[in-house]
């Protein structure tokens, strides 16, 4: 059980209404997403991807104005910085879902209801993290330290060369192993379902198993966005909206970077760059301070050069 300072260190920067009104404002949004625009299953074609990368794209910087006139520049610009990083791991989270669906051979058509519910359960999961996060380091502040090493760890594993084939094994996922243990999977996929009923019992789907497989990898992914954010602002509130706005962009984000990833080969570099100098910032912090203007104009510079060195340096023919 958490003590009762952790949440309350998560919610005394904002007034319970705001909480109140974000999560409303993201309900309706999902229920608007599901129930509406993709209701019937469909491959969501290149410019939907688009259009709704710039719908998720537009709300997240009205809601950043709204948040740095209501309680300043710094706040904006705390926001600001958190939602790219956010945004630049969830390019990296696109990657990994290319090679699960590509391992499973999922079809495009049922990739959508996928990710829909491994967002849900990514926001979920991003909540718990940063409750706890947020609470620690207001009572034990040398865990920033700790963060920090492990961001500088994390950055330069990241920037170091590996075979494509290690980047995800599903066989030797933990949680797919210890699910087909006690509960029966069948062999085909059933259209869109996570379960189905065979012999007259309920036995769950291959798309079940990816779903799984998700949620465990968006759990890896989680344990780099907490220090990452956490490095940024010690606000529960602005950690946790601009983790869910990033988060909410991702399926958009992938069904319109899946066919030009590649394209966008020095991306992980700068991610890897901008989590070392996370770190090291979080490190530092007791002997020299980077404002959060200084960190953003960082954050965006490598983020824009990662992107223009992709497009314009090609890579070497094989």
């Not at 939907?48 to 104005?65: D, I, K, Q, R, S």
């Not at 290319?98 to 849900?120: D, E, M, S």
């Not at 760059?273 to 002997?287: E, N, P």
Request: include cysteine; charged fraction near 15%; charge should be neutral.
């Amino acid at each position: 059980m958490l003590p009762p300072s952790l949440p309350l260190a998560f919610i005394e920067a904002m007034p319970l209404w705001a909480w109140g009104a974000f999560f409303l404002f993201i309900v309706a949004m999902l229920a608007l997403d599901l129930g509406v625009f993709q209701r019937e299953p469909h491959v969501m074609k290149m410019r939907e991807a688009l259009g709704w990368c710039g719908v998720w794209l537009g709300l997240a910087l009205v809601f950043n104005t709204l948040l740095w006139w209501w309680h300043g520049a710094e706040t904006g610009q705390e926001f600001l910085a958190a939602y790219l990083v956010e945004l630049c791991l969830s390019v990296d989270n696109v990657f990994v879902f290319i090679l699960v669906f590509a391992y499973f051979k999922v079809a495009p058509l049922y990739q959508h209801r996928v990710l829909f519910w491994g967002i849900i359960g990514a926001v979920l999961m991003r909540a718990l993290f940063i409750l706890v996060g947020v609470g620690v380091i207001h009572r034990f502040h040398w865990v920033l330290y700790f963060f920090g090493a492990f961001l500088v760890y994390t950055g330069v594993k990241m920037a170091l060369p590996k075979k494509a084939d290690d980047e995800i094994d599903p066989e030797h996922n933990v949680a797919v192993r210890l699910f087909r243990r006690f509960f029966p999977v069948s062999p085909d996929f059933v259209g869109g379902h996570f379960f189905t009923r065979q012999a007259g019992r309920r036995v769950a789907t291959p798309l079940f198993i990816v779903l799984i497989v998700i949620e465990t990898t968006d759990l890896v992914f989680a344990l780099d966005s907490l220090p990452a954010v956490l490095a940024i602002t010690a606000s529960g509130f602005v950690a946790l909206t601009s983790n869910i706005f990033a988060i909410l962009g991702l399926r958009s984000l992938y069904f319109a970077l899946s066919g030009v990833m590649l394209l966008f080969r020095f991306l992980k570099i700068g991610l890897a760059v901008i989590l070392i100098f996370i770190g090291g910032k979080m490190l530092l912090a007791h002997w020299f301070e980077i404002s959060t203007a200084v960190s953003l104009g960082v954050i965006g510079g490598v983020l824009a050069t990662a992107v223009l060195t992709s497009v314009l340096i090609p890579e070497p023919r094989r």
